[in-house]
């Protein structure tokens, strides 16, 4: 991980409602894709995949009841696809609104001729920084649609599945296939997760060997992608619980056993997403209280060589003192001053001195600790 | 934002109840402004706006059931307009009184012939201060009163939907009328928490590139307004859900299903407001962290500067001592005293000694890593 | 306010049960109040107020059933008086005690015949400090008995309203006259939480303009105070919803109308608790950064002023030392000992190369920073 | 209070269940007391104590159905006692492990012939520190066997009132003699909150006075003996609501009447915790604060001093160089070297520089309030 | 304990769902080991183990509706086994999932013709570190299935018990066993608990006696673990309740019973980890605590030492000196320089001088009690 992709966190500015703009009017943003759309044909015998440029005449396409269809939407800079969508598909505007406003908590609800979702994409890019997309679903009887507005996603391998056939996803209806892309969806917050758990592990270990201050902002921007999935978390949970307790017919009663699985990884998201944040607090307690003991140490230091030598530097400061012994003007004799410099071993007693307070003031903090 | 605005929280002193007068009394207060009074009529087909300047024949001006009303009332301070709405409208004492008091959480109430319900509006003025007013609103059959105490506020776009007649607005009746000027200021919500984002991302900018102390006193400035935000997001999401629940025949079901949006906005402000408190607390953390560090920095400069330099000015100070190889009184020879003095290399010696001690402790603080 | 009236918060000692005495016994303190008895008797047309030395007789003054009754007593140093209420009136033993022990929470209970309230009231007295006293309630039909311990308390403006019969108070029969004295209580709340408020606005000046030490003890005090004020608010306001819901005859619906105003007031009050708390929380935070950050300034002049002068008095040191060029004994001539102190500009290359280190250091802390 | 008291907190080390030990065994510690059995006989108008030495043959003790019994029981050393309880009074074993194994939490259970609570008595002990010990209760329709595993307890005010008859009693039934006995324990807990209360009042007196280290750790104790108050009080509370809601017929409504102020106090209890815990922190903020501002106040002294010596030493340290203005060697002069030493008032303008600098220093910390 | 066991807490890095592979897919890592089956047959009078290659034929072996049986499976190598299990057994590809990937959280839920529940095992090895491992169980009338992907577990007191005999084990059918198995897994928990609560006392003493940094390490370690077991703890009390509140007929009365004891347990552990949780939090304020006070202790010393002999030492700069009274080249007498140092008991004065100020300070700092 790169340093400067470390140490700022990507800031997402929403796209905030226009104030004052209707309610349920499709929000096109200058920077939207042009829309890609795939119409996945299937049932337990078949699958084939189609390109359509736009939403009319999607009704023949989905004629047959006995076959399954799901309506990939990528890219929303059409308003066209949105008016075909209000107008052949009867979609309440005030969904078409959240599909393209993408700041919209998980949700689900129930409109009578379909239901609708909403999912939110965590993923950790090439550059490790976290990406969060919105995926909408509708959902009628054999028809689901799902709405992004980028193309990149982390649905690869559900797609695989249907592909091939693989498990129940192409005998499971509609429902199902709503199951399987939100459970794939939250698979992914678990990859997140690990991801950051790793890098909690790989900081606790600098913590212990090599404490600086990147410790300090490695954590916090953790912190902070762990709050935003959170955000994320609970109204996922609460959606699914929503979708195990509806009476939708839309909703089969097998897909919701699986849901419940669902629902179960959702709880275990959340309490990863608790502990995780309550490793990084105790990361940075403990990086907190390596600094104010790394403070001590140098302070020890600091007061340990100025003990010792601030008095000894005054006593040789005492001996370098000009007191005469004689005036030199008035040729005066002055014995009473600084006699100590005439004795015969005044200076060997005056270095012995020094070393015994030296060797004293050793002892008293050798016996306060602070040399270990 | 300049720094003297910036520094200082607008402080809102609020209007007490005077202790001990009646309940149910109409408040006005010195600073009350002169009524302004607008009576927008208006159904499908036809708008028009009159300025009333009294309440009195308002319910002739009001007949017509086949139109829809919207009088708004702006500015306290006509005890007499207050009468009328008791005496010839029959409005509750108590309700009047929460009109007048602005200092209400959002609710709503019934009261069988009218609906009552308080919003407040948040927006930041031309300083960026935080401006905090009350709208209450009146809801009847066909007509929807609305009070403020001052003449500012954010509505202006709805004033100028209705008058284009753009979307449900002039055929939704009064409950979405309401509906729209009560999402209008949660909209607004959005604009104040997007400014607040964004003040705390070049706030951290601002930690990583130069952190000095305004840090601290601007992120507690949004930290506190953040506080204030959320004492009204709360019990406006509250009162969103009452009015979803209500039974009352004023509020008709299309008005529900946009008010279920207008619900779900609030709980992504309050969503918002717990994550940008977070950050605030986040960047809190990080700029002790950053001043603690700054100690140790500073600490270290004056402990290695000090632990080399004293040492040497110790030796220093021993050969500047005064010890005399002969008394000058008495011509004794004192050959013990600072032999050193008088060697041949003597102070080359000496300046090798001290360079070597300087070198050592380098070395030393060196492997400590202090002088990362 | 006085600082020697600041710094201690008022201790309350209460009176705790005697453990082991019987439950449902009168507790007479050695310091009660000798008891004095207010018989308030009116209708819409009539006031009058009689002092009464003791309840004897109580019966007969209060017998027209068209008339209200409030028996207002204060002090409790008379067993007897409790005696008659207890045979007299058939008031429950666990009562009296409640009313006695005046450290009880807020609480709302019926007993059939009648209902028996407690509120608390607090009130700032003249020296600042938080008076915290229970007032108890015995609802009847058309008799409203109140309870306090002390004379002082903050009711007169509804013993005014009573006297002068203005509003609904006289009309409104027990129970109203109940919730007016009660909605006094709450509005003395408000009176002491602004009072706060504008104390905490003053510290939070007094952080910017010269942080002292004071400041924390001040905003202690106050969040200690506001702890007081929580734990009487959160019962205040269940027990305002007890009397909402409750089905006692004896609480007419218009008193409930005003009680549900009442019950939005103690909402209001916790809400500003809590903002309060968390504006005390954030000055503490500041405060506490203001100290971090002055140590940081103190540290900077002290390891500037070090830094750039001990090197230099290192260097003064050296050339302060006594090798000599000539050993006085043997006149031995030492060319390499300090040469430099017979150069003929030695000494104006040292002050200059002295000069040249201190500029090096300024330029060194100025570009940290340090100077700012 | 004696300081090694106070600076240990007692250690409560469980006897933890014996893992793979059947459940329902009864648990007989190696330290357990010899029992100690009182059967106390009484009605409205007898009383009497015999001291039992096993439970064999208790059943002709306590047939008379007119007779209400205590089977006060203290001291677990006898499995054989138990055995007579699960043999001859039918008790589940579940209970008598309960009862055996005292860290069960405060609970309220009912078993049809009779009902089994467990209380928990708090009190301090002489050397004032907590005891934490369990009270279990059988109670039948007439007979109340209480168990504990010491001899001392807080419960003698209880024996004293039914020996002398006072109160209810003696005519309340088992139930109303279990309510007496558990509202005593409760009625402990506000004798140690209150010597607490008063403790972090002295400690709060002495954080004003004279701050020492000795505060963090007596806070640190009363915070650790208020959780496990706290940890006692949350179940004692839904006991009690547990007793108050059962239908139990051996509970009758007298004593629910009586056991909801118990309930009341428990409320109480659990509100002075947290208020006191709130105190506790908040005199650890207080005294973290006191520390910061204290290391302000040395460094501010080591600054002062510093900051105005070193630079004079240091232009002592000049004037103290040895730069000759003749070489005694050559005999040169050397007229550039330190000609200041050589002026007439050189010394004198010297000590006025000095002194100069020394004034201007001390003005400019004045200047900064450091010396305030 | 080993130290470099001490400093590391055990790092999980659980196996997480393949992204994108089909629900119900059983999970055989490659560290799995091969399955060890253990089949206990046993009523109230026999009992006996066989060990088992493989499942096949198991429907045989279990045949007789008077025995009960265990089957205890260990190790998940084999996908052979799942296989049968989902044939032969018809269990839920669902539950197989959660069997193999061994990071679920505690549940219990109903499929008709069995009970499936998860517990979590946590106890610590001979190393003192914490395992966390999960026992499956499938529970059909009278067939036993548990699940460990481990060979080590610490239910060898069931196996004892049951080979022996004692207690309800052999006649309280499957749910008794099932309960048993989960009792002792919850007993594991005080064991675990017990240790640590230990561990943190040994802290306290040594914050005490001898506070080093190692104490906020080992502290932050058991206060990770314990987040571990709150994880674990929460919902094994709700999987408790959920059984508690079941209408399966595989579950009998008498097993609930004692599975309430169970649950009483699990509350009382979580009462024990939020104990433990606080403690451990105390003693990392204590330890900020203390290594505050220890650096006002260090400051203390270097402020006291620098203050006395910096000033003396610059009283000795200043003699140190070299103004001269004489101008050696041009012989003029200068008598204003220095004259102390010719005073006949200047040398005297001036260590007076500087004895009397360092004297001066002493009595300063101790006075402001910084020799205490």
Redesign the interface.
Known sequence: MARNSK???K?H??A??L???????VFIDENSLPPKISLHTYNADTYKVQELTNLKGLAQHTADKNLNYWVEIKGFSSAAMFETLSEDWNINK?ILEDITRT???P?YEEYGAYDFAISRMLYLDEENSLENEQVSFILTKNILFTFQDKYED?L???R??LSIG????RVGGSSYLMY?LM??II??Y??VL?AW??QL?AI?DRL?D?P??TI??DT?LI??NL??LR?VAWPERDKMNDILRTDSPLVDSQSK??LR?AY??C??II?MV??LK??SA?N?????????????E??????I???I??????I???????????????G???????P?????????Y??LVMGLIAVAQVIYFWRK??F?
């Open positions: 140490h700022k966190s800031k500015h929403y905030l409602p104030p004052g703009s209707s309610p349920g009017i005030l700041y919209q908590r949700k982390c690869e391998p559900v695989h599945r693989k498990g129940n996803i399987a459970d794939m698979d992914a678990f990859a690990s758990s790793e592990d606790e212990f090599r600086d201050k300090m902002y916090q912190k902070r709050i935003t955000r056993m699986y699985d179960d990884h709880i275990q309490d608790e502990s309550e490793i105790s940075i307690d403990m990086y907190l209280s390596i600094i104010s003991n790394r403070m001590n140098i302070m020890k230091v600091l007061t060589i100025s003990s030598f601030i008095p000894l530097t005054f040789a400061g005492i001996y370098g003192m000009n007191f005469s012994r004689e005036d030199p003007i008035t005066k004799i002055l014995p009473q001053n600084m100590e410099l005439y004795q015969e071993h005044g200076y060997e005056t270095m600790g602070w270990k």
